[in-house]
């Protein structure tokens, strides 16, 4: 039999009628001293008063929590009981207490959840309790933002940032991310370049964690993770004023060198004479037309230093809110998208896979083809592989049996380097390749090339250098894309084919080749803080963007990005920057914000692996939820359908490059080995 000592407490509270219940006995209220029997505890501590059986002490308010230095209100100075003389402080103290419990409705949550809890009885007591306390609990808001230099899967230094939130006013740390810098990797470079970026990048990722750490920790305290709008404006706002501050200060240092140095006039060299005429060249086509210089590169968009915190605490913080919300990312940024209604369906981006490199700093003498991408056909899933049209004629490796396998350096891109001299050569060598495997290019993969024009420029002869000691002007740029279709017709895509600079090539080789293939703007395009800011994405001419997660670029501007490529009827391709981390948080912001293709690099290095893998994981999530979407069919629509100018270039640069060769015979990986051996 339980003694009075080990006794528990019993909770007295009001019934409905008014009445009060009393339990184990006893007097609830104790007339103390004097006449005056003092305020019921329970109308002191919002109705709800604690009595101990054995004693017959009545607890009420934060005489029940042993920490509290406030002590009950209906008790004297020895806690035996009312004192006689209550103070004016103690009066306050009680009446307070009182509006503090009415204004949270502690008494009423209170009752109903003891009543609730007495009824069903769980198990687990105090486990039910606290997560129906949890509940009752006030969102979780940012606390502490920090940020940190980490190592890149290049080992270069980048930027990872830790979002912590209150949580039942203790602070959590949530999560962190990564994220990549702007910085393009250079397979060969001067080592003065090198080690001058190496000094910029450091400066960038140093000034970045001091702004996450000083400023942007303090402007976002308070705010609710999954206020994405508010914390993005807060960004934006912090980091128009960081501009407006790097302005004035080049504006102030300007001034202060006009001062005290003399600027000499820059000389203008005289533009060089037109190219002579070779004796006894014949006049062709190509001729009627006048060379134009070659247009200077314009100069590279500034990035401001540190501006990498930016993107790195929005996308820390969508994904802050994920997690708290228990939903994947993906889920979170489609809802950002669509915030009307959540989609029914989602697709996963098309891959873009790539192969092999045979770009400027290949060791062959092809520059052209900087990647060669494999793109799987629509209405597979990720994981699924194409089915094979033939039997396999291969071996293990997917070459003839006996021969020895095509090897190579591996690029920073993910893909293999491979000595090749032709243009034809690496497109044959996988033509080659899937028809070992059985396969069958145009029908269950397709290709793409990036041709990184940009690279390849010769501005002392200003001509493209395709081959080592091959030139070509942008003019005839276009008809060798043409005639390189014509040979290959599983080409589906494009990148970078020119510089930006030669707007009028863009629009040549789109009216050429735009109904048959896609024409994609990667390094050609702006940032997309420029392209926000204009509104225009039709400049240089083109079907679709490469889209990237960096430097300022928000949740906020990446939802209003796509939502303008897909107005204008073009294609998104999100993309990975060259310097990369583990961060798999790029995948479902492809997934999220439904752009068409994906572009991830080739399948090697655990930093791309992380990301593919992760890809695949959305599929299977999409799968079991029944949600799983797909693209349609790659079509090419014709944004100059209704322009006559367009159809009359298109037919003109057709019968200039012969429209439709014959397909060459594909090469198998032996034979383009020893294709290029041959002098």
Known sequence: MMNNDAQGALVDMPNPSGSRREEGGGAVRSSGCGSNPGPDPREMWGGISWRCLATGRTLAGPQANPRCNLKSPTMGEDGGGRGCGTTRELQRLKQQALEYYRENDVPRRLEELLNATFYLQPADVYGHLANCFSKLAKPPTICRVVGKKVLDGLGLPTLQVEIFCTIQN??????SVVIATHFEVHETTFPELAE???????????????WVNETITQELQGIAPSNQAQVDRVLRTFFENKVQEDKERKELEKSLEESTVPVPLPLIPPPPPPPAKKKGQKQGLKDTLTEKPIIPPEPAEPVLCGSMAIGAVSLAVAKTSALLGSNPLYVNIALLKHPQEQPTKLAIPSLMVSLVSCGKSSPGKLNLMKEVICIPHPGLTAKQPPPPKTEPKKGHNGGKRGQQPITGKMSHLGCLTITYDTIEQPLLLIQGICANLGLELGTNLHLAI???AHELMDYSKGKYEVMTATHKTAAEMVDLYVDLLGKF?????????????DAEQWDSIYNALGSRCYIIAGSASRSISKLLEDGNISLPKSSGLIIKHTNQTTMSDLVEITNLIDSKKYIAIFGSAEGES?????VDLAVGLGVRFIKLGGLSRGERV???????AIEEELVQNGTLGFNEGYTFPDLNKDDDTAAESREAAAEVAGELREPPQPIFPAEAGEESAKP
């Open 610 to 616: 992380t990301k593919y893998n992760r890809l695949f």
């Open 170 to 175: 203790f602070p959590k740390n949530i999560c």
């Open 489 to 501: 017709p599983s080409i589906i895509a494009i990148i970078d084919p020119f510089r930006k600079e």
């Open 582 to 586: 583990s961060d798999g948080s790029l």
């Open 450 to 452: 990036n041709c990184a």
């Open 196 to 210: 001058a970026e190496e000094v910029e990048r450091s400066d960038a990722v140093s000034t970045a964690v001091q």
